[in-house]
């Protein structure tokens, strides 16, 4: 089915509303979407906001075993 990304507007194809069961997120982020974006966003977003919040996610990883 079409969507509409609820991040940037953009238009997209998913096969499923939920953005914890979708395939796609699945291939784009194969260790699991962080807890915070499936509290932001309970439907799937488009590949390039995927993509964006995987590296958003795993730079957060990395400055925080940095830190500590
Ligand atoms: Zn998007
Ligand atoms: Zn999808």
């Known amino acids: 089915m079409v969507k509409r990304c609820p991040r940037c507007g ?9 953005i ?3 395939q796609c997120t699945r291939v784009l982020m194969p260790h699991g979407l ?14 390039d906001c995927l993509r964006a919040l995987a590296k958003e996610a795993s730079d957060e990883a990395e400055s925080s075993s940095k830190s500590s």
């Open 10 to 18: 953009h238009v997209f194809e998913c096969r499923s509303n939920d």
């Open 34 to 47: 962080p807890s915070w974006v499936k509290e932001l966003y309970n439907e799937c977003l488009c590949e």
């Open 20 to 22: 914890a069961h979708c």
